[in-house]
Structures are given as C-alpha cells and as structure tokens.
C-alpha cells in the first residue's frame, strides 16, 4: 500500500533543478554578425561599381558614383540589420530580466531580420559584381558585348534568321519523336522472336547517344552530297540538318518513350486483350495517352537542348541566327550581335523550362511523390 505524497515530502534536488531550468533562446549572435560582413562587402562592390559608371561621364564624377551607390546599398541593408540589431538587444535583457517567453521571441525576431539581410546581401552581391565587371577598365566588357548601336543594327537580320534556328528545331523534334517511338516500341517486343529487332534498336540509341550532335551534322550534311546517290544526294542543306538531327535527338526521345512504355502496369494491358481489344489499339488508346503524360516534361527538356543545338548548323553554311551574327561580328569588330543571338535563345527557352518543371511537378502529385 502507497502512502499520498504531501507537501511536506522532500523534493529531489536534480528535480527541482529540473523544474527550475529554461531553454534558451535560439543563437541570434552569429547571423547578426555574418548579416553585418556580407553588408560591408555590398557596401563596398557598390562604391567599385558606382565609381565605374560614374567615371564613364568623367573621372571626376568617380568619387561621387562610388558614394551615393554605397549609400543606396547601405540605406537598404541597415533597415533590416537595425531591427534585427534591437532583437538582439531586447531578447538579452528579456532574458537577463527573467521574461523567457519574450527572450525567445525577440531571439526569433533578430534571427529572422538577420536572415533576411543576408538574403537582400546574397541578391546584391551577384548583381553588383556583374555590373562591376560590365565597367571595369573603363567599361571594355559592356562596349565590347553590349554595344547599343551593333545590337540595334544586327536586331532586324539576326531575328529573322533565327527563324531558321526555330524551323529547324521544331521539324526535328517532330522526325525524332516518330523515330524515337518506334525505337521504344522496338526495344519494348517481348519473346525470342524479336532478340534481333531488339539489338538493333539497342544498338542505334547506344551508338547516336554516343556521338557529338556536330559529328552527325557535319557527316550527313557533307558526306550525302558526295555519294552522289540521285534523288537523295541533291537536297538542300537545311534538309540535311534536319534530318542529322533528327536521328541524333531519336535515340534520346526513344529512352523517353521507352521509360513511359514501362511505366504503364501490365495488367492494364492483360484487361484490354481479355476484352478482344487489337494490339494496336491497345497501344494507341491506353499506353500511349499515359505514357506521353508522364514523359511530357523529360520530352519537351529534349526539345529545348535539340533546340540550342540548332546553332551548330552553322558549320554546313546554313545562314542561321548565329552565322548572321557572326557576319555582323566581323562587320563591327564587335561582339555585340552575337549577344543579340543569346538573347533570342534565352527568351525562347526559358519558359519552356518553366514549364518542363511544371509538368513534372504536376506528374509527381499526381502519383503522390
């Protein structure tokens, strides 16, 4: 039988010590202090930068560039790292005072500003070392890249050749998602039957994967002329482009729709032929409509690393965006049209970028990953 513990019993004194101890506040010393480092280094790009740019109107204007940069940046940067600064201070005399709730949350206040200064100071710091660079040795790398009158000369006659680019591109990638589905549907035939159908088909994707684009471009667009084969041997360099890429980019678009092939469960297909459903049906009705869903986004990453690699057709004579601006290039002496060319690549591919994450983002919900 237990006795009722009262008031009167003696408590331990590991417990009361227990009872007595408070956890302490998050660190808020070290963020404070990195927050302030990586502020003084912006501070100090901003005055190089604005020095740089001012002294393109005049050396004179030097001093004067450097100070209201710093000033800007500084002005910026210290409204955070002030609010973070009086946390600090209010979380140690919460905590001196004996208020530990109010301790941990100005801890948590302070660590936050800090964050957040080092976060403005990670943006900062990119973008003033770039344009530090632009305008170093007064401003060499801006007038040799970024010149305003090559760029608005070459704009007309390089967009327009970049069309070839985007012709190209889209011809391609059309050929080799047909080639690449019958590769995938090759490597897919089941039974001893089709041993050899697969080892062709294994072959072909392990040999173009293992090839440079450029290599096929140069073999097929110069070395189909001189067989001197009619009909075939009298096409058009484009064409020729066309079709080298065409079966480079089929060995990788066929991995993609091999990989969807095998995503899809076999019992689905088993219930389609129980219900007499055809083969090919089967294919074109329930694999493929799932398989392209799940390889939509992989499938469209290829078409834009196809779609860079149009610029190589160059090589071959193709008048596209790149060769135009490299006509321009030697023209101006200047290397400012061919930035006109990365522009119009960037423009084009980024939100083709954007939404390959999207749909592979939606396709990974969808399966719950």
């Known amino acids: 039988m237990t006795m009722a513990k009262t008031m009167d019993d003696p408590v331990p004194a590991g417990a009361a010590a227990g009872a007595t101890r408070q956890t302490t506040p998050l660190p808020t010393g070290w963020p404070v202090a990195t927050a302030a480092a990586l502020a003084a280094v912006a501070v100090g790009i901003a005055m190089l930068a604005g020095g740089n740019v001012a002294a393109l109107a005049g050396a004179e204007f030097r001093p004067l560039g450097a100070g209201l940069a710093a000033l800007c940046i500084a002005l910026v940067l210290s409204v955070p790292i002030g609010r973070a600064l009086r946390s600090h201070a209010r979380s140690a005399e919460a905590w001196g005072g004996g208020d530990y709730v109010a301790a941990r949350e100005q801890a948590a206040h302070a660590r936050h500003h800090a964050f957040t200064a080092m976060g403005i100071s990670g943006f900062l710091l990119p973008v003033l070392a770039i344009a530090t660079f632009l305008t170093i040795n007064d401003a060499v790398v801006y007038k040799t890249f970024l010149r305003g009158d090559v760029i608005l000369a070459s704009l007309v006659d390089v967009t327009k050749a970049f069309g070839t680019n985007l012709s190209i591109a889209i011809a391609a990638q059309l050929l080799s998602m047909l080639f690449g589905l019958m590769l995938a549907i090759g490597r897919s035939l089941q039974g001893s039957s089709f041993t050899l159908v697969r080892g062709v088909c294994i072959f072909y994707v392990d040999i173009f994967r293992s090839l440079p684009a450029i290599v096929i471009i140069y073999l097929v667009c110069f070395g189909v002329p001189l067989m001197g084969i009619p009909v075939i041997s009298g096409g058009q ?6 079709v080298a890429l065409s079966l480079t980019y089929a060995a990788y678009n066929g991995e993609q729709f091999r990989a969807g092939l095998q995503g899809i469960h076999r019992s689905q297909i088993s219930a389609a032929q129980s219900l007499g459903i055809p083969p090919g049906a089967v294919l074109r009705l329930i694999v493929l409509p799932q398989a392209m869903r799940r390889i939509a986004g992989p499938m469209l990453g290829n078409f834009i690393a196809l779609q860079k690699d149009t610029a190589l057709v160059n090589i071959v004579g193709i008048v596209d965006a790149f060769t135009q601006a490299k006509i321009y290039s030697a ?3 200047n290397l ?15 939100p083709q970028t954007r939404l390959v994450d999207y749909l592979v983002s ?4 969808k399966e719950g990953r």
């Open 237 to 242: 360099p484009m064409l020729y482009a066309i």
């Open 331 to 333: 023209n101006y002496y």
């Open 336 to 350: 400012s049209s061919v930035t006109v060319v990365c522009i119009l690549f960037i423009a084009v591919t980024i």
């Open 362 to 365: 939606r396709a990974d919900s």
